[in-house]
T-cell receptor, first 118, second 110 residues
Framework: SAVISQKPSRDICQRGTSLTIQCQVDSQVTMMFWYRQQPGQSLTLIATANQGSEATYESGFVIDKFPISRPNLTFSTLTVSNMSPEDSSIYLC???????????????FGQGTRLTVV | RKEVEQDPGPFNVPEGATVAFNCTYSNSASQSFFWYRQDCRKEPKLLMSVYSSGNEDGRFTAQLNRASQYISLLIRDSKLSDSATYLCAVDNQAGTALIFGKGTTLSVSS
């Protein structure tokens, strides 16, 4: 499985500011994803980060609030913009376990970024 | 109906017990099914994939019932170290990403 490095691991931010989270993978991967896990909840898919094109957002998530970059096959960033306390959550980068084949595509996760907005 | 549903528990069992978790999914076209384990304040880690024929890995057995659209995880001879939250995951409509259940919390006590 790929080794996924995510940073920062945690941060405390003032409301109204923005935070960019970085995700670095030690090998080229086809699919990269960003999830959010709010306290006591499961993982919610924010978007699929597409290399060379705009990210694909899930219902309830928009590019203005969560801009995503994917400049190459090993790196992606997620920005949480104009933060409010409701954005306090764990944000997780994820990659698929295979190259190309969508079937049986298990996901592997970075360590997560624990964000607290005050 | 939610895409992926699990009984949140918690399941409190003694060491050595057998415990089973179920997870239902709404997309009949789903092809990929997994169980993940998440320890407190850690990221989810893949426990096992779930195959149509069912599969076993030591004390863990996973099964898929396509007709009823659920997957199950059976843990035999529970250990203290099995205490964690178990998440089921199913591929989304496009088959490009995983949708997770809320997780089932297991607490094994001595």
């Amino acid at each position: 499985s790929a080794v996924i490095s995510q940073k920062p691991s945690r941060d405390i931010c003032q409301r109204g500011t923005s935070l960019t989270i970085q995700c670095q993978v030690d090998s080229q991967v086809t699919m990269m994803f960003w999830y959010r896990q709010q306290p006591g909840q499961s993982l919610t898919l924010i978007a699929t980060a597409n290399q060379g094109s705009e990210a694909t957002y899930e219902s309830g998530f928009v590019i203005d609030k969560f801009p995503i970059s994917r400049p190459n096959l090993t790196f992606s960033t997620l920005t949480v913009s104009n933060m409010s306390p409701e954005d306090s959550s764990i944000y997780l980068c994820s990659v698929d376990g295979q190259t190309g084949d969508q079937l049986n595509t298990e996901a592997f996760f970075g360590q997560g970024t624990r964000l607290t907005v005050v | 109906r939610k895409e992926v549903e699990q009984d949140p528990g918690p399941f409190n069992v003694p060491e050595g017990a057998t415990v089973a978790f179920n997870c239902t999914y709404s997309n009949s076209a789903s092809q990929s099914f997994f169980w993940y384990r998440q320890d407190c304040r850690k990221e989810p880690k893949l426990l096992m994939s779930v195959y149509s024929s069912g599969n076993e890995d030591g004390r863990f057995t996973a099964q898929l019932n396509r007709a009823s659209q659920y997957i199950s995880l059976l843990i035999r001879d529970s250990k203290l170290s099995d205490s964690a939250t178990y998440l089921c995951a199913v591929d989304n409509q496009a088959g490009t990403a995983l949708i997770f259940g809320k997780g089932t919390t297991l607490s094994v006590s001595s």
